[in-house]
């Protein structure tokens, strides 16, 4: 059985891990979490800017970060990456693929340009870094990977076709990619968060006030989830919290996709 510490602020001592689409929202704020907790982070994404202001606020918090410049969809690139975090450190302990791209868009009227570009970055993405990560990982004989996806992937949605199809495919993965690495003692989870104040979704998906109303009043708990929240999902997959934990999707969405009943109490009525 794997002894852990309940002394969360060095939960991640001497660990090393990398978070994609790190430098805003969720991603910045797992790399956060991770580097309170004692661990390095090293956070991914294609804006240097975004990064670099990522890295400050750690380092400014007192922990240990550092930027990596690349596209998720450059499977070399990943893997080069990868590779010289790893010879820097000597160890990679947890991924978090968090990377993703989305729009609405009515199925009819999504061009395969656009459908390659979602499934490019959520799929082919997930499995790159995965794949990079994994060749250490396993020969370690330790790591855990955390896929950031979303409830759709398994209810659907209209207008998110190709979000909903390629997260659907990272569940897929993961649980495929738990058989085969349990063993190893790679654990693969993935995390459903539900909306999320974050500048990236919030953009896409509940741009304008009444699509903001809309999205909310579709969340039992009656409100958006901080990233911070989130955070705290992802390090407890990330854990040794969590060390029998494989394979499964932990939904973190104020009961979102449960979905409202369509019955009302008559006496809440005005």
Same mark, same amino acid.
């Given at each position: 059985?794997?002894?852990? !510490?309940?002394?969360?602020?060095?939960?991640?001592?001497?660990?090393?891990?990398?978070?994609?689409?790190?430098?805003?929202?969720?991603?910045?704020?797992?790399?956060?979490?991770?580097?309170?907790?004692?661990? !390095?982070?090293? %956070?991914?994404?294609?804006?240097?800017?975004?990064?670099?202001?990522?890295?400050?606020?750690?380092?400014?918090?007192?922990?240990?970060?550092? =930027?990596? $410049?690349? *596209?998720?969809?450059?499977?070399?690139?990943?893997?080069?990456?990868?590779?010289?975090?790893?010879? !820097?450190?000597?160890?990679?302990?947890?991924? %978090?693929? @968090?990377?993703?791209?989305?729009?609405?868009?009515?199925?009819?009227?999504?061009? &395969?340009?656009?459908?390659?570009?979602?499934?490019?970055?959520?799929?082919?993405?997930?499995?790159?870094?995965?794949? =990079?990560?994994?060749?250490?990982?396993?020969?370690?004989?330790?790591?855990?990977?955390?896929? $950031?996806?979303?409830?759709?992937?398994?209810?659907?949605?209209?207008?998110?076709?190709?979000?909903?199809?390629?997260?659907?495919?990272?569940?897929?993965?993961?649980?495929?990619?738990?058989?085969?690495?349990?063993?190893?003692? %790679?654990?693969? @989870?993935?995390?459903?968060?539900?909306?999320?104040?974050?500048?990236?979704?919030?953009?896409?998906?509940?741009? *304008? &006030?009444?699509?903001?109303?809309?999205?909310?009043?579709? %969340?039992?708990?009656?409100?958006?989830?901080? &990233?911070?929240?989130?955070?705290?999902?992802?390090?407890?997959?990330?854990?040794?919290?969590?060390?029998?934990?494989?394979?499964?999707?932990?939904?973190?969405?104020?009961?979102?996709?449960?979905?409202?009943?369509?019955?009302?109490?008559?006496?809440?009525?005005?």
């Amino acid at each position: 059985m794997t002894q852990f !510490t309940l002394d969360l602020s060095t939960e991640f001592a001497g660990r090393v891990a990398l978070v994609t689409g790190g430098g805003s929202g969720i991603g910045r704020a797992v790399a956060e979490r991770w580097a309170r907790a004692g661990g !390095t982070v090293a %956070v991914l994404g294609r804006r240097q800017e975004a990064l670099d202001e990522t890295v400050r606020r750690i380092v400014d918090a007192g922990g240990q970060a550092e =930027a990596v $410049v690349c *596209d998720v969809r450059d499977h070399a690139g990943v893997a080069a990456a990868v590779d010289a975090l790893v010879d !820097t450190h000597g160890r990679i302990d947890a991924l %978090v693929n @968090n990377a993703a791209g989305n729009f609405v868009v009515p199925s009819e009227d999504l061009s &395969p340009g656009g459908w390659k570009a979602v499934t490019d970055i959520v799929l082919n993405g997930t499995y790159y870094c995965t794949h =990079a990560v994994a060749r250490h990982m396993l020969a370690q004989g330790s790591g855990s990977i955390v896929n $950031v996806i979303a409830s759709y992937a398994w209810h659907g949605h209209p207008g998110t076709v190709h979000s909903a199809a390629a997260k659907g495919g990272v569940v897929a993965m993961a649980r495929t990619l738990a058989v085969e690495w349990g063993g190893r003692g %790679v654990r693969v @989870n993935c995390l459903a968060p539900g909306p999320t104040e974050t500048e990236g979704a919030g953009a896409a998906l509940w741009g *304008d &006030p009444q699509a903001r109303r809309e999205v909310l009043a579709s %969340v039992p708990a009656n409100r958006f989830a901080a &990233p911070e929240e989130i955070a705290e999902s992802a390090a407890f997959l990330l854990g040794d919290r969590a060390g029998y934990v494989t394979g499964e999707v932990l939904v973190v969405d104020g009961g979102q996709w449960l979905g409202k009943s369509v019955y009302t109490d008559s006496s809440k009525r005005t």
